[in-house]
């Protein structure tokens, strides 16, 4: 008898460590919410996207490079300004510090100090990006979607499925604007365990999986062209916790997913870690430039490590794209203006070339 409960506990046990979670609105950031993470080089980590399913173990061996933190602030906390361009009660965090390269696109208009801020729908229950805000030349301006983001709708469950569309207007007053237009599908594809370095007893998780497909418009004194970025975040959810324990980001490429970023839920190591300022200003230029020939070679920072590279017509079309090289040859193509985009991990640069 003794013998027959022990087996039955220990089942109950396993049982209970591999259970089936949900997560709800419960579980999102909420404001003055403080995050650390580590972030992974993802040379040299093999994560494959498809490994995911039910009951599914999560182990990969994360080896963190740097640390950030994430902090969730409200807008007025950001800028006593942004309160009369904002609605109250949202919350947000510091996306990226800057966009390199675009104060040369948009001569003359430094974007820096991006936000992105969330508000917890009640009706449906649902986590949404509902607005954003940056410093214009110096001047905060805040900016609400037409079509909020939805990140996720509740109760998030395996086999959830939803998707919706989005837009976002940057209007830059007397000189133009940028448009952010997109489509977010996002599905629960897989439950289990997930074990890292900040979770060093498997925990219970689900992944979500959403796909990203966004063009963002630029019209700048009269001249009007468009970006495409399509994209596949990855994020491990457990209950208790108000951020990932794993996030892990894909640009699509040619059809194929290339990993650009890795973070996981951590510790501060670092005592000189501070709030995460997204990306950093970055020297990435072209030369010569113009060139008569077609043929230019870009500056690339040393920490960068591997990088990738579209260029894009005046007409939004993607005319070149390559990994890893810095030499870009457009000698086929006819005179113009073109636009060289630079992705490595989460830092990116636009770089103008004339032909």
Aim: proline share 7%.
């Amino acid at each position: 008898m003794k013998r027959l409960l022990t087996i039955i506990a220990t089942t109950l046990t396993c049982n209970y460590g591999h259970a089936q979670i949900t997560i709800t609105g419960a579980d999102m950031p909420v404001a003055h919410d403080t995050f650390a993470y580590s972030t992974v080089q993802p040379a040299g980590v093999t994560i494959n996207p498809g490994d995911s399913g039910a009951n599914f173990s999560w182990n990969y061996p994360l080896v963190g490079t740097s640390q950030g933190m994430d902090i969730f602030k409200t807008a007025a906390e950001v800028s006593p300004l942004l309160s009369f361009t904002l609605p109250p009660g949202l919350y947000g965090y510091r996306v990226a510090d800057s966009i390199p390269g675009l104060g040369i696109l948009m001569a003359g208009i430094t974007i820096q100090n991006m936000y992105t801020y969330f508000q917890h729908l009640a009706i449906p229950s649902a986590y949404v990006a509902v607005a954003f805000s940056a410093s214009i030349n110096s001047i905060p301006l805040g900016t609400t979607y037409t079509d909020p983001d939805v990140w996720y709708t509740f109760p998030l469950a395996y086999g959830h499925t939803d998707s919706f569309n989005y837009k976002l207007p940057i209007n830059i007053p007397t000189i133009g604007g940028i448009t952010q237009a997109g489509y977010r599908k996002t599905v629960v594809d897989g439950w289990g365990t997930i074990s890292t370095p900040y979770y060093t007893t498997p925990v219970n998780c689900i992944r979500v999986r959403s796909e990203i497909n966004e063009i963002d418009s630029i019209d700048f004194s009269g001249t009007s062209f468009g970006l495409p970025r399509n994209s596949v975040e990855y994020k491990w959810l457990v209950n208790g916790d108000h951020f990932p324990a794993l996030w892990v980001t894909s640009s699509v490429i040619g059809g194929n997913e290339v990993i650009t970023n890795i973070r996981y839920r951590d510790h501060i190591v670092d005592k000189t870690v501070v709030p995460n300022t997204g990306n950093a200003d970055a020297n990435v230029s072209a030369y010569p430039n113009p060139s008569l020939n077609g043929i230019y070679t870009l500056s690339i920072p040393s920490g960068w490590g591997n990088f990738h590279v579209d260029v894009f017509d005046m007409r939004s079309a993607m005319i070149a794209s390559q990994d890893n090289n810095s030499v870009i040859n457009l000698q086929s193509l006819p005179a113009g203006n073109y636009v060289a985009r630079v992705i490595s991990g989460t830092n990116l640069a636009f770089v103008p070339l004339v032909k």
